[in-house]
């Protein structure tokens, strides 16, 4: 599931960032200097993590930006330097315009007062815990709103096979009709029994009843798992494709125009509930 998180610090900022992928699979890229704490930043994640491909970042921030209340010194020495060349210029009578604000830009006429930031590894992670609460938080919103997504897809390929049930109870005398008109074309006297064991056997390898059957416990069974708190997306993922598949057979058997294009909508739907649920942990 795809989400962002970022926690800035004075010195340093946690950001996590994570996308879909089929399992959990933890990227982290911090300093040696806080190396020993990867371990336990790893398992952090997994405890509360179940997919998603997940990057986790620590960012030093360069000790000239960390924002200090201890006044700029200029380094004493680099500016007696300045003004004994400036007297050298005017006893040879050079004339020298000096810009101090571009002086005073020079990073090399101010004294170093930086030194090594040092962390506190527990603070640190303290801190992560709370980036990855955030990227939790900001996961499960987008969860919501795709439950209501797949919701609505479940209710729409509800109403479809409604549609798709009241046609396919004309397929038979349908069926039957283009039989007997085959028959009038080639004007054939065959067996009336014959014709009706034909019928008879066209119209059970057309009968969709058992495909709908499935499509219906499928789809309530994904209406089930959007009621869970636990993670469900591999169950989702796996419906999501049975969905498709059964819908697919339902293709080929359907007869009628009408029903045809019915379930071309159905699985136009059903494919775009596939794609949603491979978001959902």
């Given at each position: 599931?795809?989400?962002?998180?970022?926690?800035?610090?004075p010195s340093y900022a946690w950001e996590i960032r994570s996308v879909n992928h089929r399992n959990l699979e933890i990227r982290t890229k911090i300093p040696e200097a806080i190396r020993e704490l990867d371990a336990n930043i790893k398992a952090h994640t997994r405890q509360l993590l179940?997919?998603?491909?997940?990057?986790i970042f620590f960012h030093e921030t360069p000790p000239e930006q960390i924002s200090s209340a201890e006044?700029?010194?200029?380094?004493?020495?680099?500016?007696?330097?300045?003004?004994?060349?400036?007297?050298?210029?005017?006893v040879k009578k050079v004339v020298s315009v000096v810009d101090v604000t571009r002086l005073l830009q020079n990073p090399s006429l101010s004294r170093a007062h930086t030194t090594r930031t040092e962390y506190d590894l527990n603070e640190l992670?303290?801190?992560?815990?709370?980036?990855?609460?955030?990227?939790i938080e900001t996961r499960q919103r987008e969860g919501e709103a795709l439950r209501s997504i797949?919701?609505?897809?479940?209710e729409t390929?509800?109403?479809?096979?409604?549609k798709i049930d009241d046609l396919g109870k004309a397929q038979p005398k349908l069926i039957q009709e283009r039989l007997m008109e085959r028959l009038r074309v080639l004007d054939k006297h065959v067996d009336p029994n014959r014709v009706a064991q034909e019928i008879a056997l066209l119209a059970q390898k057309s009968d969709f009843k058992?495909?709908?059957d499935r499509l219906t416990i499928h789809l309530h069974d994904v209406e089930k798992c959007l009621t869970e708190t636990i993670p469900v997306g591999r169950r989702l993922n796996f419906l999501a494709q049975e969905i498709l598949r059964e819908a697919n057979t339902l293709a080929v058997k359907a007869q009628l125009p009408a029903c045809a294009s019915l379930v071309i909508d159905l699985k136009v739907c059903v494919d775009q509930m596939r794609e949603q649920v491979q978001n959902i942990e």
């Open positions: 599931m795809t989400a962002f998180a970022r926690i800035q610090e179940q997919r998603g491909y997940v990057e006044p700029q010194q200029l380094d004493p020495e680099l500016l007696q330097a300045i003004e004994e060349v400036s007297k050298a210029l005017t992670l303290l801190r992560f815990r709370s980036c990855l609460k955030q990227l797949v919701q609505e897809s479940v390929s509800r109403n479809l096979l409604t058992e495909e709908q």
